[in-house]
Protein backbone atom coordinates (compact mmCIF):
# COMPACT_ATOMS: atom_id res chain seq x y z
CA UNK A 1 0.00 0.00 0.00
CA UNK A 2 1.51 3.31 -0.76
CA UNK A 3 2.10 5.55 1.55
CA UNK A 4 3.34 9.50 1.43
CA UNK A 5 5.36 11.55 3.93
CA UNK A 6 5.88 15.31 3.90
CA UNK A 7 8.55 16.43 5.50
CA UNK A 8 8.22 19.08 7.61
CA UNK A 9 4.80 18.89 9.13
CA UNK A 10 4.88 22.85 9.19
CA UNK A 11 7.51 25.30 8.01
CA UNK A 12 7.50 29.51 9.27
CA UNK A 13 10.17 31.60 7.28
CA UNK A 14 10.43 35.15 6.31
CA UNK A 15 9.09 37.02 3.70
CA UNK A 16 11.84 36.35 0.46
CA UNK A 17 13.67 33.34 1.64
CA UNK A 18 13.77 30.14 -0.60
CA UNK A 19 12.44 27.11 0.91
CA UNK A 20 12.14 23.31 -0.12
CA UNK A 21 9.46 21.10 1.09
CA UNK A 22 9.87 17.27 0.75
CA UNK A 23 8.10 14.37 -0.43
CA UNK A 24 8.97 10.69 0.02
CA UNK A 25 6.60 7.68 -1.25
CA UNK A 26 7.46 3.82 -0.94
CA UNK A 27 6.01 2.37 -4.11
CA UNK A 28 8.03 4.17 -6.91
CA UNK A 29 5.68 2.53 -9.30
CA UNK A 30 3.78 5.93 -10.12
CA UNK A 31 2.67 6.96 -12.77
CA UNK A 32 2.29 10.59 -12.19
CA UNK A 33 2.99 12.90 -9.48
CA UNK A 34 0.96 16.08 -8.11
CA UNK A 35 1.52 18.88 -5.76
CA UNK A 36 -1.94 20.99 -4.60
CA UNK A 37 -2.07 24.06 -2.37
CA UNK A 38 -4.83 23.94 0.11
CA UNK A 39 -5.94 27.24 2.08
CA UNK A 40 -7.57 27.45 4.99
CA UNK A 41 -10.98 26.17 4.61
CA UNK A 42 -10.42 25.82 0.93
CA UNK A 43 -10.18 23.11 -2.09
CA UNK A 44 -7.43 21.73 -3.49
CA UNK A 45 -5.65 23.59 -6.27
CA UNK A 46 -3.21 21.80 -9.00
CA UNK A 47 0.44 24.04 -8.85
CA UNK A 48 2.36 21.43 -10.30
CA UNK A 49 2.12 17.66 -12.26
CA UNK A 50 4.86 15.68 -12.92
CA UNK A 51 4.01 13.17 -15.84
CA UNK A 52 6.10 9.85 -15.07
CA UNK A 53 8.38 10.33 -18.03
CA UNK A 54 9.75 13.90 -16.71
CA UNK A 55 11.92 14.70 -14.08
CA UNK A 56 11.03 17.95 -13.50
CA UNK A 57 8.22 21.08 -13.73
CA UNK A 58 8.48 24.67 -13.15
CA UNK A 59 5.57 27.35 -13.04
CA UNK A 60 6.78 30.77 -12.25
CA UNK A 61 8.66 30.61 -8.83
CA UNK A 62 7.50 27.36 -8.19
CA UNK A 63 9.88 24.37 -9.40
CA UNK A 64 9.01 20.07 -8.80
CA UNK A 65 11.22 17.43 -9.53
CA UNK A 66 10.39 13.63 -9.04
CA UNK A 67 12.97 11.35 -8.47
CA UNK A 68 10.74 7.72 -9.12
CA UNK A 69 13.61 5.22 -8.47
CA UNK A 70 14.45 7.06 -4.95
CA UNK A 71 10.47 7.20 -4.43
CA UNK A 72 10.84 11.00 -3.59
CA UNK A 73 9.72 14.52 -5.05
CA UNK A 74 10.78 18.09 -3.87
CA UNK A 75 9.01 21.61 -4.46
CA UNK A 76 10.76 23.96 -4.47
CA UNK A 77 9.61 28.02 -4.19
CA UNK A 78 12.04 30.72 -4.72
CA UNK A 79 11.28 34.14 -2.63
CA UNK A 80 8.74 33.39 -0.93
CA UNK A 81 6.07 35.42 -0.38
CA UNK A 82 3.15 35.96 2.54
CA UNK A 83 0.78 35.09 -0.39
CA UNK A 84 2.38 31.27 -0.09
CA UNK A 85 1.05 30.90 2.95
CA UNK A 86 -0.61 27.57 2.77
CA UNK A 87 -0.85 24.05 2.79
CA UNK A 88 0.94 22.07 0.29
CA UNK A 89 0.15 18.33 -0.57
CA UNK A 90 1.87 16.11 -2.58
CA UNK A 91 -0.03 13.39 -4.27
CA UNK A 92 1.60 10.39 -6.62
CA UNK A 93 -1.14 8.56 -8.77
CA UNK A 94 -1.13 5.10 -8.50
CA UNK A 95 0.84 2.87 -11.44
CA UNK A 96 -2.37 1.96 -12.93
CA UNK A 97 -3.15 5.72 -14.37
CA UNK A 98 -6.32 5.24 -12.92
CA UNK A 99 -5.67 8.73 -11.96
CA UNK A 100 -5.67 7.80 -8.20
CA UNK A 101 -4.57 9.99 -5.89
CA UNK A 102 -2.52 9.03 -2.79
CA UNK A 103 -1.99 12.31 -0.44
CA UNK A 104 0.58 13.11 2.27
CA UNK A 105 -0.36 14.82 5.31
CA UNK A 106 1.09 17.86 3.85
CA UNK A 107 3.27 20.33 4.99
CA UNK A 108 1.69 23.90 6.21
CA UNK A 109 3.41 26.98 5.30
CA UNK A 110 3.38 30.38 7.24
CA UNK A 111 5.62 33.60 5.49
CA UNK A 112 6.05 35.99 7.58
CA UNK A 113 6.31 39.28 6.28
CA UNK B 1 -13.47 28.74 -16.20
CA UNK B 2 -14.77 25.53 -16.09
CA UNK B 3 -14.42 24.22 -12.41
CA UNK B 4 -16.32 21.55 -10.45
CA UNK B 5 -19.28 22.78 -8.34
CA UNK B 6 -20.33 21.03 -5.04
CA UNK B 7 -23.45 21.73 -3.13
CA UNK B 8 -24.13 21.60 -0.49
CA UNK B 9 -21.20 23.75 0.96
CA UNK B 10 -22.22 23.16 4.52
CA UNK B 11 -24.33 20.65 6.55
CA UNK B 12 -25.44 20.32 9.49
CA UNK B 13 -27.51 17.46 10.66
CA UNK B 14 -28.17 14.91 13.33
CA UNK B 15 -26.93 11.16 14.10
CA UNK B 16 -28.89 8.89 11.83
CA UNK B 17 -30.12 11.62 9.21
CA UNK B 18 -29.75 11.10 5.52
CA UNK B 19 -27.37 12.98 3.67
CA UNK B 20 -26.91 13.87 0.17
CA UNK B 21 -23.63 15.28 -1.31
CA UNK B 22 -23.91 16.75 -5.29
CA UNK B 23 -20.42 17.29 -7.38
CA UNK B 24 -21.11 18.74 -10.82
CA UNK B 25 -18.19 18.04 -12.37
CA UNK B 26 -16.62 19.82 -15.61
CA UNK B 27 -18.06 18.66 -19.04
CA UNK B 28 -15.88 16.69 -20.83
CA UNK B 29 -14.19 14.65 -17.74
CA UNK B 30 -14.28 10.76 -17.80
CA UNK B 31 -13.47 10.38 -14.52
CA UNK B 32 -15.30 11.73 -11.14
CA UNK B 33 -13.73 11.06 -7.91
CA UNK B 34 -14.96 11.44 -3.85
CA UNK B 35 -12.54 11.93 -1.35
CA UNK B 36 -13.13 12.69 2.39
CA UNK B 37 -10.61 15.33 4.59
CA UNK B 38 -10.39 14.80 8.04
CA UNK B 39 -7.57 16.23 10.66
CA UNK B 40 -6.89 12.77 11.56
CA UNK B 41 -6.94 10.64 8.20
CA UNK B 42 -5.86 13.62 6.23
CA UNK B 43 -7.63 13.16 2.35
CA UNK B 44 -8.54 9.74 1.71
CA UNK B 45 -10.42 8.45 -1.69
CA UNK B 46 -13.74 6.99 -1.16
CA UNK B 47 -14.85 5.88 -4.58
CA UNK B 48 -14.14 6.96 -8.30
CA UNK B 49 -15.73 6.67 -11.64
CA UNK B 50 -14.85 6.41 -15.31
CA UNK B 51 -17.52 6.87 -17.70
CA UNK B 52 -19.97 7.01 -14.85
CA UNK B 53 -19.21 3.61 -14.03
CA UNK B 54 -18.08 2.70 -10.86
CA UNK B 55 -15.12 1.27 -10.80
CA UNK B 56 -13.44 1.32 -7.21
CA UNK B 57 -15.72 1.93 -3.58
CA UNK B 58 -12.80 0.47 -1.41
CA UNK B 59 -12.56 3.38 0.65
CA UNK B 60 -16.29 3.63 1.75
CA UNK B 61 -17.69 1.90 4.73
CA UNK B 62 -20.03 -0.12 2.37
CA UNK B 63 -22.82 -0.47 5.13
CA UNK B 64 -23.86 3.25 4.93
CA UNK B 65 -22.23 5.18 2.25
CA UNK B 66 -23.27 4.69 -1.18
CA UNK B 67 -21.64 6.59 -4.97
CA UNK B 68 -23.55 7.41 -7.65
CA UNK B 69 -23.02 9.20 -10.93
CA UNK B 70 -26.85 8.93 -12.56
CA UNK B 71 -25.71 10.62 -15.54
CA UNK B 72 -22.70 12.64 -16.85
CA UNK B 73 -22.96 15.76 -15.42
CA UNK B 74 -23.80 14.35 -11.70
CA UNK B 75 -22.63 12.48 -9.11
CA UNK B 76 -23.76 11.94 -5.90
CA UNK B 77 -22.14 10.68 -2.19
CA UNK B 78 -25.17 9.35 0.01
CA UNK B 79 -24.56 8.88 4.36
CA UNK B 80 -27.23 6.44 5.77
CA UNK B 81 -27.66 7.15 8.58
CA UNK B 82 -25.01 9.16 9.51
CA UNK B 83 -22.91 8.94 11.98
CA UNK B 84 -20.80 11.74 14.14
CA UNK B 85 -17.62 10.33 12.83
CA UNK B 86 -18.60 11.01 9.36
CA UNK B 87 -17.86 14.36 10.07
CA UNK B 88 -15.64 15.63 7.49
CA UNK B 89 -15.39 17.77 4.15
CA UNK B 90 -16.13 15.41 1.44
CA UNK B 91 -14.15 16.66 -1.96
CA UNK B 92 -15.68 15.82 -5.49
CA UNK B 93 -12.65 16.02 -8.20
CA UNK B 94 -13.16 15.32 -12.40
CA UNK B 95 -10.38 14.56 -14.40
CA UNK B 96 -9.46 13.72 -17.87
CA UNK B 97 -7.82 10.40 -17.12
CA UNK B 98 -5.58 9.09 -20.14
CA UNK B 99 -4.54 12.70 -20.82
CA UNK B 100 -1.59 14.83 -19.40
CA UNK B 101 -4.41 16.82 -17.40
CA UNK B 102 -4.39 17.31 -14.12
CA UNK B 103 -7.33 16.46 -11.94
CA UNK B 104 -9.60 19.58 -10.64
CA UNK B 105 -10.87 19.76 -7.14
CA UNK B 106 -14.37 21.00 -6.20
CA UNK B 107 -14.60 23.11 -3.16
CA UNK B 108 -15.84 20.43 -1.13
CA UNK B 109 -19.12 19.70 1.45
CA UNK B 110 -18.32 20.68 4.96
CA UNK B 111 -20.44 17.88 7.19
CA UNK B 112 -20.71 18.33 10.78
CA UNK B 113 -23.30 14.99 12.34
CA UNK B 114 -23.68 15.94 15.97
Known amino acids: KQEVTQIPAALSVPEGENLVLNCSFT??????LQWFRQDPGKGLTSLLL?????REQTSGRLNASLDKSSGRSTLYIAASQPGDSATYLCAPWDSGNTGKLIFGQGTTLQVKP | DARVTQTPRHKVTEMGQEVTMRCQPILGHNTVFWYRQTMMQGLELLAY????????DSGMPKDRFSAEMPDATLATLKIQPSEPRDSAVYFC????????????FGPGTRLTVL
Open chain 1, 50 to 54: IQSSQ
Open chain 2, 49 to 56: FRNRAPLD
Open chain 2, 93 to 104: ASGLVGSTDTQY
Open chain 1, 27 to 32: DSAIYN
